[in-house]
């Protein structure tokens, strides 16, 4: 366990890079305790699962989607009480230090929108050729599907390796992630971490340690006048990797 006060954006970068990751007791909980677990959930990118229901929602840009418009948003409904979940593992400790990595450009969210409203999005971190989605939330039916898919297909625009989920959920399942040992996880890390000269640094995107990263707006030049990618684009993308 780690004492009630504040994450360090290098400290989370380090254990992220090792496999490691924080988690909380409950919402207000006021220490977090670090994670590494011997199954990792994993979506790979050429093995998205893109049903025709969701083919058919995401082609139709039910949803407008975005990304880092509302970090702060994103992460505070992931850590909301819902009916049928009353609490959350984030913390007001991983939720500041999540905020910190985001200003920092090492943290992001996708964002799922019916007209103003947010419905659903997702956020994670991105490291090296590597994304770790840290959870994903929805208000409307099929918002959290459409914001992964969309990830998926950003990740695959910006050249990353591996898309950690974590846990594995039946949720994740039906849309393609798998199950792996720690071993395999650890070489699927360290092989989309190996380019990035330094892999727990805390440098800005563009420094030199990270030249050789991931790029996570690489699709943003497909995007609309609104900034935001068309449904066809990611359809398009996901269809190239499934």
Same mark, same amino acid.
């Given at each position: ?11 989370? #970068? ?18 977090? &305790? ?15 699962? #893109? ?25 505070? #409904? ?26 920092? /450009? ?26 770790? /989605? ?20 950003? !990740?695959?625009?910006?050249? &990353? ?76 993308? !996901?269809?190239?990797?499934?």
């Amino acid at each position: 366990m780690s004492a009630a006060g504040v994450l360090d954006p290098a400290l989370l #970068l380090g254990a992220y890079s090792v496999g490691v990751f924080p988690m909380a007791d409950s919402r207000e909980a006021r220490s977090i &305790y670090w994670v590494e677990p011997r199954r990792r959930a994993i979506l790979p990118l050429d093995g998205f699962h #893109l049903s025709r229901s969701l083919r058919r929602t995401i082609a139709a840009d039910r949803f407008r989607v975005t990304v880092d418009r509302a970090f702060d948003r994103i992460i505070a #409904l992931c850590a909301e009480a819902v009916e049928g979940r009353p609490d959350t593992w984030i913390n007001a400790m991983i939720e500041d230090a999540f905020l910190r990595l985001h200003a920092l /450009g090492h943290a992001h969210s996708v964002e799922c929108w019916d007209g103003d409203r947010l419905v659903g999005g997702l956020y994670g971190l991105a490291l090296g050729r590597a994304f770790f /989605g840290e959870s994903m939330v929805s208000r409307a039916t099929d918002a959290s599907k459409v914001a992964i898919a969309a990830l998926v297909a950003r !990740l695959t625009a910006g050249g &990353y390796t591996l898309l950690d989920c974590q846990f594995m959920t039946t949720h994740l399942a039906s849309l393609g992630a798998c199950e792996i040992d720690r071993a395999d996880y650890m070489a699927l890390l360290g092989a989309a971490l190996s380019s990035t000269g330094s892999s727990a640094g805390v440098s800005s995107p563009g420094s030199a340690a990270g030249a050789a990263a991931g790029d996570f707006f690489a699709l943003d030049a497909r995007a609309g006048a609104d900034g935001a990618v068309s449904g066809n684009v990611v359809v398009q993308l !996901l269809g190239q990797t499934s």
